[in-house]
Protein backbone atom coordinates (compact mmCIF):
# COMPACT_ATOMS: atom_id res chain seq x y z
CA UNK A 1 0.00 0.00 0.00
CA UNK A 2 1.31 3.40 -1.10
CA UNK A 3 1.58 5.94 1.97
CA UNK A 4 -0.60 7.96 0.72
CA UNK A 5 -3.82 5.66 0.59
CA UNK A 6 -2.88 5.08 4.59
CA UNK A 7 -3.26 8.70 5.11
CA UNK A 8 -6.32 8.80 3.09
CA UNK A 9 -7.34 5.96 5.24
CA UNK A 10 -7.01 7.47 8.60
CA UNK A 11 -8.25 10.87 7.03
CA UNK A 12 -11.12 9.29 6.31
CA UNK A 13 -12.01 7.75 9.84
CA UNK A 14 -11.21 11.27 11.48
CA UNK A 15 -13.59 12.95 9.19
CA UNK A 16 -16.44 10.32 9.95
CA UNK A 17 -15.70 10.18 13.48
CA UNK A 18 -16.03 13.73 13.26
CA UNK A 19 -19.17 14.18 11.71
CA UNK A 20 -20.45 11.66 14.29
CA UNK A 21 -19.76 13.30 17.48
CA UNK A 22 -21.08 16.89 15.81
CA UNK A 23 -24.59 15.47 15.56
CA UNK A 24 -25.32 15.71 19.29
CA UNK A 25 -24.56 20.51 18.78
CA UNK A 26 -27.86 20.30 15.80
CA UNK A 27 -29.81 17.16 16.62
CA UNK A 28 -33.16 18.89 17.63
CA UNK A 29 -34.77 17.31 20.57
CA UNK A 30 -38.09 18.24 19.80
CA UNK A 31 -38.45 16.89 16.38
CA UNK A 32 -36.78 13.78 17.60
CA UNK A 33 -39.06 13.12 20.22
CA UNK A 34 -41.91 13.39 17.92
CA UNK A 35 -40.60 10.84 15.61
CA UNK A 36 -39.68 8.47 18.26
CA UNK A 37 -43.46 9.14 19.53
CA UNK A 38 -44.82 9.09 15.99
CA UNK A 39 -42.90 5.15 14.87
CA UNK A 40 -43.97 3.82 18.59
CA UNK A 41 -47.32 4.03 17.87
CA UNK A 42 -47.50 3.31 14.61
CA UNK A 43 -49.23 0.44 13.25
CA UNK A 44 -46.89 0.43 10.22
CA UNK A 45 -43.62 1.88 9.42
CA UNK A 46 -42.27 2.04 5.91
CA UNK A 47 -38.38 3.50 5.20
CA UNK A 48 -37.24 4.56 1.85
CA UNK A 49 -34.14 5.92 0.13
CA UNK A 50 -32.24 5.47 -2.79
CA UNK A 51 -28.46 4.78 -2.83
CA UNK A 52 -26.49 4.74 -0.38
CA UNK A 53 -29.26 6.33 1.82
CA UNK A 54 -31.85 3.74 0.35
CA UNK A 55 -28.79 0.78 2.73
CA UNK A 56 -29.10 2.87 5.46
CA UNK A 57 -33.13 2.97 5.78
CA UNK A 58 -33.19 -0.51 4.93
CA UNK A 59 -30.71 -1.55 7.63
CA UNK A 60 -33.41 1.10 10.23
CA UNK A 61 -36.36 -1.48 9.01
CA UNK A 62 -34.80 -4.22 10.02
CA UNK A 63 -33.68 -2.85 13.83
CA UNK A 64 -37.23 -1.89 13.84
CA UNK A 65 -38.58 -5.38 13.61
CA UNK A 66 -35.87 -6.17 15.87
CA UNK A 67 -37.65 -4.43 18.47
CA UNK A 68 -40.96 -5.36 17.09
CA UNK A 69 -42.06 -2.32 15.03
CA UNK A 70 -43.67 -3.61 12.11
CA UNK A 71 -41.51 -2.06 9.43
CA UNK A 72 -40.11 -2.41 5.73
CA UNK A 73 -37.65 -1.22 3.22
CA UNK A 74 -39.33 0.01 0.44
CA UNK A 75 -37.28 0.51 -2.98
CA UNK A 76 -38.23 3.98 -5.03
CA UNK A 77 -38.95 1.94 -8.38
CA UNK A 78 -41.06 -0.60 -5.96
CA UNK A 79 -42.92 2.25 -4.64
CA UNK A 80 -43.90 4.04 -7.95
CA UNK A 81 -45.19 0.77 -9.61
CA UNK A 82 -47.40 0.01 -6.86
CA UNK A 83 -45.84 -0.34 -3.91
CA UNK A 84 -47.24 2.42 -2.03
CA UNK A 85 -50.49 1.01 -1.46
CA UNK A 86 -49.18 -0.74 1.83
CA UNK A 87 -49.16 2.91 2.60
CA UNK A 88 -52.02 3.94 5.27
CA UNK A 89 -53.27 6.97 7.07
CA UNK A 90 -51.77 7.08 9.90
CA UNK A 91 -48.41 4.89 8.77
CA UNK A 92 -45.20 6.41 9.30
CA UNK A 93 -43.03 6.57 6.24
CA UNK A 94 -39.21 7.62 6.95
CA UNK A 95 -37.72 9.23 3.91
CA UNK A 96 -33.37 10.06 3.29
CA UNK A 97 -32.25 12.50 1.01
CA UNK A 98 -28.98 14.47 1.80
CA UNK A 99 -30.29 17.20 -0.46
CA UNK A 100 -33.41 16.32 -0.40
CA UNK A 101 -34.32 16.91 -4.00
CA UNK A 102 -33.53 13.06 -5.53
CA UNK A 103 -35.72 12.36 -8.27
CA UNK A 104 -36.76 8.87 -7.36
CA UNK A 105 -38.31 10.23 -4.15
CA UNK A 106 -40.28 13.22 -5.32
CA UNK A 107 -43.65 11.63 -6.57
CA UNK A 108 -43.22 8.88 -3.62
CA UNK A 109 -43.69 12.43 -1.53
CA UNK A 110 -46.56 13.80 -2.77
CA UNK A 111 -48.22 10.08 -2.43
CA UNK A 112 -47.39 9.66 1.10
CA UNK A 113 -48.28 13.45 1.82
CA UNK A 114 -52.20 12.67 -0.29
CA UNK A 115 -52.80 9.21 1.92
CA UNK A 116 -51.76 10.99 4.88
CA UNK A 117 -48.99 9.28 6.53
CA UNK A 118 -46.60 10.54 8.40
CA UNK A 119 -43.71 11.75 6.82
CA UNK A 120 -40.50 11.48 8.57
CA UNK A 121 -37.44 13.18 6.91
CA UNK A 122 -33.79 12.77 7.41
CA UNK A 123 -31.77 15.90 4.90
CA UNK A 124 -29.09 18.31 5.27
CA UNK A 125 -31.38 20.44 3.09
CA UNK A 126 -34.63 21.84 4.87
CA UNK A 127 -35.99 23.90 2.23
CA UNK A 128 -35.78 20.93 -0.13
CA UNK A 129 -38.72 19.08 -1.57
CA UNK A 130 -38.08 16.19 1.13
CA UNK A 131 -37.34 18.70 4.10
CA UNK A 132 -41.09 21.22 3.26
CA UNK A 133 -43.32 18.41 2.80
CA UNK A 134 -42.21 16.28 5.90
CA UNK A 135 -44.31 16.68 9.26
CA UNK A 136 -41.45 15.42 11.07
CA UNK A 137 -37.79 16.88 9.70
CA UNK A 138 -34.44 15.71 11.41
CA UNK A 139 -31.91 17.75 9.67
CA UNK A 140 -28.36 16.49 9.39
CA UNK A 141 -25.14 18.52 9.05
CA UNK A 142 -22.59 17.00 6.83
CA UNK A 143 -18.67 19.50 6.34
CA UNK A 144 -17.47 17.25 4.60
CA UNK A 145 -17.59 13.92 2.83
CA UNK A 146 -14.00 11.37 3.86
CA UNK A 147 -13.07 10.58 0.65
CA UNK A 148 -10.40 12.90 -1.46
CA UNK A 149 -13.56 13.91 -4.34
CA UNK A 150 -16.04 14.79 -1.85
CA UNK A 151 -18.14 12.66 -3.29
CA UNK A 152 -19.06 9.45 -1.91
CA UNK A 153 -21.71 8.90 0.74
CA UNK A 154 -19.17 7.87 3.93
CA UNK A 155 -19.73 10.95 6.43
CA UNK A 156 -23.02 11.48 5.69
CA UNK A 157 -23.84 7.52 5.62
CA UNK A 158 -22.46 7.42 9.18
CA UNK A 159 -24.45 9.97 10.07
CA UNK A 160 -27.57 8.70 8.80
CA UNK A 161 -27.22 5.29 10.72
CA UNK A 162 -25.94 6.99 14.12
CA UNK A 163 -29.02 9.09 14.02
CA UNK A 164 -30.99 6.13 13.07
CA UNK A 165 -29.18 4.10 15.64
CA UNK A 166 -30.31 6.80 18.34
CA UNK A 167 -33.54 6.47 17.33
CA UNK A 168 -33.80 2.75 17.45
CA UNK A 169 -32.03 2.97 21.14
CA UNK A 170 -34.28 5.63 22.26
CA UNK A 171 -37.59 3.26 21.16
CA UNK A 172 -36.11 0.61 23.28
CA UNK A 173 -36.26 2.84 26.37
CA UNK A 174 -39.98 4.44 24.83
CA UNK A 175 -41.57 1.26 24.29
CA UNK A 176 -39.97 -0.26 27.42
CA UNK A 177 -38.32 -3.37 25.22
CA UNK A 178 -37.30 -6.49 27.13
CA UNK A 179 -34.51 -8.78 26.10
CA UNK A 180 -37.09 -11.30 26.77
CA UNK A 181 -39.30 -9.97 23.94
CA UNK A 182 -36.02 -9.92 21.67
CA UNK A 183 -34.96 -13.68 22.54
CA UNK A 184 -38.44 -15.11 21.45
CA UNK A 185 -37.78 -13.58 18.08
CA UNK A 186 -34.20 -13.90 17.83
CA UNK A 187 -33.29 -17.90 18.36
CA UNK A 188 -30.39 -17.68 16.31
CA UNK A 189 -26.88 -17.14 16.07
CA UNK A 190 -24.55 -16.39 19.30
CA UNK A 191 -26.75 -13.27 20.02
CA UNK A 192 -29.79 -16.07 20.24
CA UNK A 193 -28.02 -18.57 22.07
CA UNK A 194 -26.90 -16.17 24.59
CA UNK A 195 -30.21 -14.68 25.41
CA UNK A 196 -32.03 -17.79 25.28
CA UNK A 197 -29.61 -19.46 28.02
CA UNK A 198 -31.32 -18.35 30.63
CA UNK A 199 -34.79 -19.33 30.42
Given at each position: MIEKAWTAAQRSLTIEADAVRQVMDYLDKDAFGKAVEAIAGAERIITCASGSSGAATMKLA???CCIERPAKFM???EAVHGGL???QPGDVVIMVSRGGKTVE???IIDVV???KAILIALTENLDSPLGS???ILIPMQIKQESDRLNAMATASY???V???DALLCALIEETDYTSEQFALIHPGGAVGERLNQAK
Amino acid sequence: MIEKAWTAAQRSLTIEADAVRQVMDYLDKDAFGKAVEAIAGAERIITCASGSSGAATMKLAHSLCCIERPAKFMSPAEAVHGGLGCVQPGDVVIMVSRGGKTVELLPIIDVVKKKKAILIALTENLDSPLGSNADILIPMQIKQESDRLNAMATASYMVTVAIFDALLCALIEETDYTSEQFALIHPGGAVGERLNQAK
